[in-house]
Every structure is written in C-alpha cells, then in structure tokens.
C-alpha cells in the first residue's frame, strides 16, 4: 500500500517554472515505477511523464519534452516534477501515480495522489 500527496501547485506567468513534489508513505517506494498526469476542466486525464524504480529510465509526453523533467529520490520517498517555459495549456490539476510498469496509459497505476493545481497564466 502506498499513499501518496503531491504539493508544490500554484500560480506561475507564462514562462516561468515551477517544481511539483509527491511524497510517498511506505517503505515501499523503490519499488514502484513512477507516473504524472494532468486532467484539465472537461478534458480527460492525459500522461505528462513517467520513470523507472531506480531513476535510469524516464519518458515524457510530446506536449512537455523538452519543457519538463520527472525526478525522484528514493531516499526521501519522493518524486518530483520539475517545469520550465510554461504555458497556458499547461494549466490543469497535476496528479501523481504508483504502478508497477512505467506507462502511458492510467490505468496500469494502481495508487494516486489526490492532485495539486497548476495554474500559468497569459
């Protein structure tokens, strides 16, 4: 069992960066293959970034490569995601996942966050 709380959302201009965090409860961490997602208001949940139980491996969405980059340290139990050169399109509610393969697809993580809101404005 793992629960997990992301924290680091806000409100950013255009541009600018901002670190989301997900800290991970349980002993189990390294364990887990890491995932973010994003859902904004009526549109459905969609992949951002994802990587491997040791950190070798990451994978991005084409919308954010480049842009942003998945970390974790397992030491601390915790992933991060880090997000330059924002834009208003990246506005949506961030959520953190555990799962056992690193994916694109939701429904392969079994554990989620319950989100934090990232905001860039015009």
């Known amino acids: 069992q793992v629960q997990l709380v992301e924290s680091g959302g806000g409100l950013v201009q255009a541009g600018g960066s901002l670190r989301v965090s997900c800290a991970a409860s349980?002993?189990?961490?390294?364990?887990?293959?890491m995932g973010w997602f994003r859902q904004a208001p009526g549109k459905e949940r969609e992949f951002v970034a994802a990587i491997n139980l040791s950190g070798s491996f990451t994978t991005y969405a084409d919308s954010v490569k480049g842009r942003f980059t998945i970390s974790r340290d397992n030491g601390k139990n915790t992933v991060y995601l880090q997000m330059n050169s924002l834009k208003p399109e990246d506005t949506a509610v961030y959520y953190c996942a555990a799962g056992a393969l690193v994916r694109r697809d939701p429904r392969i993580y079994n554990y989620w966050g319950q989100g934090t809101q990232v905001t860039v404005s015009s």
């Open positions: 349980g002993r189990t961490f390294s364990s887990y293959a």
